[in-house]
T-cell receptor, first 111, second 114 residues
Framework: RKEVEQDPGPFNVPEGATVAFNCTYS??????FFWYRQDCRKEPKLLMS???SGNEDGRFTAQLNRASQYISLLIRDSKLSDSATYLCVVNLAGGGNKLTFGTGTQLKVEL | GAGVSQTPSNKVTEKGKYVELRCDPI?????LYWYRQSLGQGPEFLIYFQGTGAADDSGLPNDRFFAVRPEGSVSTLKIQRTERGDSAVYLCASSQSGLNNEQFFGPGTRLTVL
């Protein structure tokens, strides 16, 4: 079983739609959680950290459920520019700052 | 300011050759990481430096892979006797020291082993 699992997609949605991505992680000792965005043939960039209380940044909302070992990302009012791969990322406790990435979920926002 | 830079951006080599990939981190970042990303996959951790020393090299796949950071700034990833399976994008990231500080990634080196 992979340490971080995501549906690879692609998710094809119309502009303005709301889309949700899910991610599960296998190690209950995981300490920190993130969503990264990666554009085609570019490097990953931090989109947002994920906290147990849930957090929001504009049109983006991230949620963490430690009991279920589940992370989600919700994008509201999606834009063409949101088209990218979204990587779910976990940092194990005691793992230094080593990040474990999921395979990524591809989003395509269409007119 | 300048971000993480990596050279070369592309490297094509033949099976069995030796390659060196260079990473120049953000100035002042003491932590430096190497990851490898294969097509359709997320990046996989290779090695992490805190200053000059390798704090965690558990991701290096075998002894053909080695990395150094002699002065605590620039790092070089070295691959001996390259194999076709080594073909991937090699990503470098840097961060300030301390847990959970954001890692900033470079553009990567795309390695192709023929």
């Amino acid at each position: 079983r992979k340490e971080v699992e995501q549906d690879p997609g692609p998710f094809n949605v119309p502009e303005g739609a709301t889309v949700a991505f899910n991610c599960t992680y296998s190690n209950s000792a995981s300490q920190s959680f993130f969503w990264y965005r990666q554009d085609c043939r570019k490097e990953p960039k931090l989109l947002m950290s994920v906290y147990s209380s849930g957090n929001e940044d504009g049109r983006f909302t991230a949620q963490l459920n430690r009991a279920s070992q589940y992370i989600s990302l919700l994008i509201r009012d999606s834009k063409l520019s949101d088209s990218a791969t979204y990587l779910c990322v976990v940092n194990l406790a005691g793992g230094g700052n080593k990040l474990t990435f999921g395979t990524g979920t591809q989003l395509k926002v269409e007119l | 300011g300048a971000g993480v830079s990596q050279t070369p951006s592309n490297k094509v080599t033949e099976k069995g050759k030796y390659v060196e990939l260079r990473c120049d981190p953000i100035s002042g970042h003491t932590a430096l990481y190497w990851y490898r990303q294969s097509l359709g996959q997320g990046p996989e951790f290779l090695i992490y430096f805190q200053g000059t020393g390798a704090a965690d090299d558990s991701g290096l796949p075998n002894d053909r892979f080695f990395a150094v950071r002699p002065e605590g700034s620039v790092s070089t990833l070295k691959i001996q006797r390259t194999e076709r399976g080594d073909s991937a994008v090699y990503l470098c990231a840097s961060s300030q020291s301390g847990l959970n500080n954001e890692q900033f990634f470079g553009p990567g080196t795309r390695l192709t082993v023929l």
